[in-house]
């Protein structure tokens, strides 16, 4: 904890190699955030690089109110900011869905031993969310994973509440289709 | 389903080897700060180029006016006086028939130089006791080289000075005669007082105290004009955002020769930059929480300069330099900004109008120099390069702003 306050503390100050240090240790977090709302691995390292720089810029400001939960903080900040970022560089590029499908290497290899089953049901599921149409992914993503409520979707989005309600069902009515369920309601495979 | 989702979001792996660009991200931190810390390159360029042109706007201004002067101007040399001394005395032959001139020679040291007007007075001039009626005017002698004046009578001149009499000036030196022969057709002119003077600075005194005896032009008096000038205006040697503009009416009073006094009431309308830390975010309230990078702006607002104006020196009396030196306040109508601030970790942008109607005494320090010409009796041109000086904040951000431009002037000067 004390290394991590004395990196942020250095990244303040605009020292290069507490800013290097801290954005190869947070990179693969704000990857995996950008990579779920712009849906192609290049979009989502440029989305994620371009955050980086506006996180070392607004350090500075970057209050530690507790220095125990300094990690909790600044990985939520680090969140908030990739995912502005990410929202902003969909509205520049004007991303549709992604239809194509995502190359093997994306994915970082891991073993059986490690989860591997589990990775592979992350894969589809995050490949799922890919398949929704930017509209929908969005609102998927901020409501059901990142947990922001109606209103403030609405807000960031320039949409109304209604709007944010109505694309979420239908996003929710898109993934249902490629999940089948067992009678117990467990996810048995995808379709 | 919504918990798997988000089980997957935070479990999921992705491999980092084609997204770092950590060259990129030191590049956009570390480069941006390098150019921050001193004046861009474009800046410094801006600022070249400006005093370039400032220089050569004065430069020309001053090679306009000599080459006025010269090539269309005709004035008389001292050759061409000489000449029409000599066509006076010409005419004056003509009329006088029987008149015969003599000519006697004096030594080559001796150099005796009239001008036209000063023998013209001295022939005019009447006739008194003590100094005999001059009547023929100068004569150009071909082998010394003299201009002589000539009288009849060769009474002695008393030589005791009289105030503002030319010839005194003359009655001084010493006195002889010149004949000679032959030299125009025999035609023999009423002589006058020969002169001798020892340099030609004897002439430019007569011409002084010749000039002493006519009425003095009356110097002091108001005047009043117009004044417009390109505006380019720059916060703590920031980057300047645009040309601005002031126009309005100027008036002043006339000391004396050389120092006036001088106000007006001008609108200017400003173009500006500056980044955030300089702009003052205290009343506007939604400025308070966010971290503002950049403000552009401009507004309009009336100035009103009082100024003191010295002349450094003067060309053949039709043209000036002149230095300014004065305070301008300032009253402010409207401003535009439009901000650029991160909020939320994301950049955002909001611009806003203010009719506000604030005003600053004394807020800036005018230094100017530059050069005024005369056309006609009182009519004058100014070009006049100037530098506002901030002495405090101005406006809803409290902006020190400078400012600089070419003033360009027209007067008239009431009698």
């Keep these: 904890m004390k290394e991590l306050l004395t990196i942020i503390k250095g990244c303040a100050k605009n020292e290069a190699k507490s800013q290097r240090i801290l954005y190869e240790r947070y990179l693969a977090y704000a990857l995996k955030i ?3 709302y712009v849906g192609s691995y290049e979009n989502a390292a440029n989305a994620a690089n371009d955050a980086f720089i506006r996180i ?3 350090l500075k400001n970057f209050e530690i109110r507790n220095s125990e939960d300094v990690e909790a903080m600044l990985m939520g900040w680090i969140r ?4 502005n970022v990410s929202i902003d560089y969909m509205r520049k590029e004007s991303l549709i869905a992604e239809r194509t499908s995502l190359q093997e290497n994306v994915w970082s290899q891991t073993d059986a031993s490690n989860g591997g089953d589990n990775q592979l049901m992350y894969k589809e599921l995050i490949a799922l969310i890919r398949k929704l149409s930017p509209a929908y992914r969005v609102v998927f993503n901020l409501h059901v994973i990142d947990g922001y409520s109606h209103q403030e979707i609405a807000t960031m989005l320039g949409i109304s509440a209604g709007t944010s309600k109505s694309n979420l069902a239908k996003a929710k009515a898109f993934l249902q289709k490629f999940l089948i369920k067992d009678t117990k309601g467990n996810i048995l495979c995808f379709t | 389903m919504e918990g798997l989702f988000r089980e997957a979001a935070e479990n999921y792996q992705l491999s980092t080897d084609r997204a770092i660009d950590w060259e990129r991200i030191d590049s956009a931190l570390h480069k941006t ?3 921050d810390s001193e004046p861009s390159k474009p800046e410094k360029k801006n600022r070249r180029r400006f005093i370039f042109w400032c220089l050569l706007l004065v430069s020309l201004g001053w090679f306009t006016h000599y080459a006025w002067n010269n090539a269309f101007k005709n004035k008389p040399t001292h050759k061409n006086t000489l000449e029409k001394s000599i066509s006076i005395v010409k005419k004056q032959n003509r009329v006088t028939t029987d008149a015969k001139i003599s000519i006697k020679k004096i030594s080559d040291k001796q150099q005796t130089i009239f001008g036209g007007d000063v023998a013209k007075d001295i022939a005019d001039r009447p006739a008194t006791n003590k100094i005999p009626k001059v009547s023929a005017l100068t004569e150009k002698d071909d082998n010394s080289g003299l201009l002589i004046v000539h009288n009849n009578n060769k009474n002695e001149i008393d030589n005791n000075t009289r105030k503002n009499d030319v010839t005194n000036t003359y009655a001084g030196n010493s006195n002889s005669v010149i004949n000679k022969t032959d030299k125009l057709n025999n035609q023999q002119v009423n002589i006058g007082v020969e002169m001798e003077v020892n340099n030609a600075k004897q002439i430019i005194k007569d011409s002084v105290a010749k000039k002493s005896l006519t ?7 108001f005047y009043a004009g117009l004044l417009v000038s390109p505006d380019l205006s720059f916060i703590k040697s920031q980057k300047i955002s645009g040309i601005g503009s ?3 009416l100027i008036g002043g009073y006339r000391l004396n020769n050389k120092w006036s006094v001088e106000t007006g009431i001008l609108l200017d309308k ?3 930059y500056t980044k955030g830390a300089y702009f003052d975010k205290s009343r506007i309230s939604y400025l308070n929480s966010v971290d503002l990078l950049s403000v552009d702006g401009d507004c309009n607002m009336f ?9 450094l020196s003067s060309y053949k009396n039709i043209g000036n330099w002149t230095a300014t030196l004065g305070v301008s306040s300032y009253f402010m109508k409207r401003e535009y900004y439009e901000y650029s601030f991160i909020k939320n970790g994301q950049t955002e942008h909001k611009d806003h109008t203010y009719y506000s109607s604030s005003k600053k005494l004394f807020a800036v320090v005018n230094l100017g120099a530059g050069y005024e010409r005369t056309i006609g009796k009182t009519l004058h041109v100014r070009i006049e390069p100037y530098f506002k000086i901030p002495l405090s904040g101005v406006g809803t951000g409290n902006l020190s702003i400078s400012s600089t431009g070419v003033n360009l002037g027209i007067t008239k000067f009431f009698h």
Excluded: L, M, Q, S
């Design chain 1, 80 to 83: 908030k900011i990739v995912i």
């Design chain 1, 56 to 58: 070392f810029k607004g």
């Design chain 2, 246 to 248: 002031t126009f309005g």
């Design chain 2, 303 to 311: 100035e009103i300069p009082i100024n003191i104006r010295h002349k």
């Design chain 1, 34 to 36: 950008a990579f779920r």
């Design chain 2, 33 to 35: 700060e390098d150019v």
């Design chain 2, 270 to 272: 400003k173009k500006y």
């Design chain 2, 215 to 221: 009425p003095k032009k009356r110097v002091t008096g």
